[in-house]
């Protein structure tokens, strides 16, 4: 369990961190914005509730074939724009298959949507659901073509007033390796834990399959003595 569990910290900060995108820098605006982007790749998104549980899930509207995320289906079949997604992260806390329903609700008017998930996205970091950025904007009441998010492999000169979040990749690996190194310490722990439940299971058997042929044992020493006579 300690090894399985260390390699499973690993896999997390080596490759699931790439698994939705080739994006490094993620700028989160404070308003939506219709005007085109000077750089980088739009995006609409917003944070839902899963009807029946607490747990929440963002909605994402891409533009036709994004340049900066993964959409690999499980199934291999290409991503039919305008439909809805959902990452492998979400299918499993929710249960949805492809072709099965998903109802959200939206956390201000308590409005509930549902719609029929294609197919699901290899990627096992976001709880995130993905259609077209005309299908996002019509369901949240706005123009099409509106964005509130954008993705971009290099820093891009934005105004810092109209930004209200700004990560990195960078950024959320050091906070990564930071909350797995504390949890390492105690996952480290199990290992010789391990080893020493392991010795101790093997030295208690063979006590007991020596207690229970001691009888045997005992005649084929007396034959082997009066062999020996």
């Not at 291999?76 to 109802?103: C, E, H």
């Not at 096992?124 to 299908?135: C, F, H």
């Not at 007991?208 to 009066?226: A, D, F, K, T, V």
């Amino acid at each position: 369990f300690g090894f399985v569990m260390v390699d499973s910290c690993n896999e997390l900060i080596k490759t699931s961190l790439d698994a939705a995108g080739r994006y490094e820098y993620q700028y989160v605006f404070n308003n939506v914005r219709t005007e085109l982007p000077k750089g980088g790749e739009p995006m609409l998104t917003a944070v839902f509730e899963a009807k029946g549980k607490s747990d929440l899930i963002t909605l994402s509207g891409l533009v036709e074939d994004p340049k900066n995320l993964w959409l690999e289906t499980k199934s291999g079949a290409g991503v039919k724009y305008g439909k809805y997604y959902m990452t492998s992260n979400a299918a499993a806390l929710f249960g949805v298959s492809p072709g099965g329903a998903f109802t959200f609700v939206n956390l201000l008017t308590a409005e509930e949507y549902t719609v029929r998930v294609e197919d699901i996205i290899q990627d096992n970091t976001q709880s995130a659901l993905y259609t077209s950025s005309a299908e996002a904007a019509k369901l949240l009441g706005l123009p099409v073509g509106s964005y509130n998010v954008i993705l971009s492999e290099a820093a891009l000169d934005l105004d810092k007033a109209e930004i209200a979040m700004e990560r990195t990749k960078s950024e959320i690996k050091a906070q990564l390796d930071f909350g797995i190194s504390l949890m390492m310490k105690m996952i480290y722990m199990f290992v010789p834990l391990g080893v020493l439940i392991c010795m101790i299971s093997v030295y208690l058997t063979v006590n007991m399959l020596m207690e229970e042929n001691r009888h045997n044992i005992s005649i084929i020493e007396i034959r082997s003595e009066e062999r020996r006579v």
